[in-house]
């Protein structure tokens, strides 16, 4: 039988007021997450892929209640995560944490590293005091490659891969089931990117972390990820296991956008897409498919028919009319 996913997320919407005028009456939105459904089952990584603006961020957020949901549901474990109020969300909170992308941000460069770790443990009282707090927060510096030497020096002394390795174990301090590494190595040197898949690769191994993965550059999603979802302009155009989606894509934006992934081997040949235009706003997204302004395949219809994720294979699921076959002329 099939695991019970760890994370199902329904129809997920996400909208920005955009106000105006003398009294600042809402006058505009930006559709920034527009009806986002997926699942992700314990112990497997889902990949977030897009450009940006297209909402994968703002998805891992409204998941995690960093901001609320404009709409939609979000279960995990079977809790609607959605509807609790601050007492029951804060007891969640053990359970789902957040690597951020800046690493030079993220810290507050007024603490220590013992303070930064260290500081859920106090909130959530999963250290009785001072002296197993500190055992913890050396144990969890440990884990993720820095030395006990590190516990009182404050961020500015630390290079931005190590600065990453303490948001890492300040997201493990807690130890949750879940972890949304919103574009947690772009920041960072090429080099350094390797080693922070690696940690988090080896950590998921050793935790049993379930993680959503939310990245631009599709070569450093494809190392990590159990499977794949690709977002454009507020919506999911497709979703297959990795190697499925990287050798056989299926919608004409992740074609595009894996021809764009360079080579190493300059023997072999790849034809580049270049598309036409430029993305549409999400204040005022096109009608019908999202992508159609700039679809090379499209047909009238794509531009009347909103897309509809479809399953062509097992587990490969693609919104385009054209590709599925139900696109009319």
């Known amino acids: 039988m099939a695991a019970e996913p760890l994370l199902r997320v329904r129809n997920l919407k996400k909208y920005f007021p955009i106000r105006g005028g003398l009294l600042s009456r809402e006058v505009a939105r930006v559709h920034a997450v527009d009806d986002v459904s997926f699942d992700i089952l314990p112990g497997e990584t ?3 892929v897009g450009e940006s603006g297209c909402g994968k961020s703002t998805t ?11 709409s939609g549901e979000v279960s995990f474990q079977g809790k609607n995560v959605t509807t609790l109020d601050k007492r029951s ?20 460069p007024r603490m220590t590293v013992g303070s930064i770790i260290g500081e859920a443990l106090v909130i959530h009282k999963l250290a009785k005091g001072r002296r ?4 913890r927060v050396v144990q969890l510096l440990e884990t993720v490659g820095l030395s006990a030497d590190h516990l009182r020096r ?9 600065r990453q390795r303490i948001g890492i174990a300040r997201a493990l301090a807690v130890s949750p089931k879940l972890i949304v590494a919103d574009e947690p190595v772009s920041a960072l040197d090429v080099s350094i990117q ?12 050793q935790f049993g972390l379930t993680y959503l993965f939310i990245a631009h550059d599709l070569s450093v999603v494809e190392h990590i990820s159990t499977r794949v979802a690709v977002m454009y302009l507020g919506k999911i155009v497709e979703i297959a296991p990795a190697k499925e989606l990287y050798t056989n894509p299926k919608h004409p934006y992740t074609e595009a956008l894996l021809s764009a992934v360079p080579i190493p081997d300059p023997t072999i040949k790849r034809k580049r897409i270049i ?8 204040i005022n997204p096109p009608s019908g498919c999202r992508f159609h302004t700039r679809c090379s395949l499209r047909v009238p219809s794509c531009s009347q028919n909103d897309q509809v994720l479809k399953e062509i294979s097992p587990g490969h ?6 590709r599925t076959g139900v696109a009319t002329a």
């Open 46 to 48: 889902l990949g977030l």
């Open 60 to 70: 891992g957020r409204s998941i995690l209640r960093l901001i609320e949901p404009t």
């Open 89 to 108: 969300l804060r007891g969640l909170r053990k359970e789902m944490q957040i690597i951020f992308q800046d690493p030079y941000a993220s810290l507050n």
């Open 132 to 135: 197993a707090r500190e055992e």
């Open 154 to 162: 404050y961020p500015h002394e630390f290079s931005g891969g190590q």
């Open 194 to 205: 390797a080693q922070i898949i690696n940690l988090l690769e080896q950590l998921q191994a």
């Open 275 to 282: 598309l036409e235009g430029d993305v549409p706003s999400p």
């Open 317 to 322: 699921w693609v919104a385009c009319q054209v």
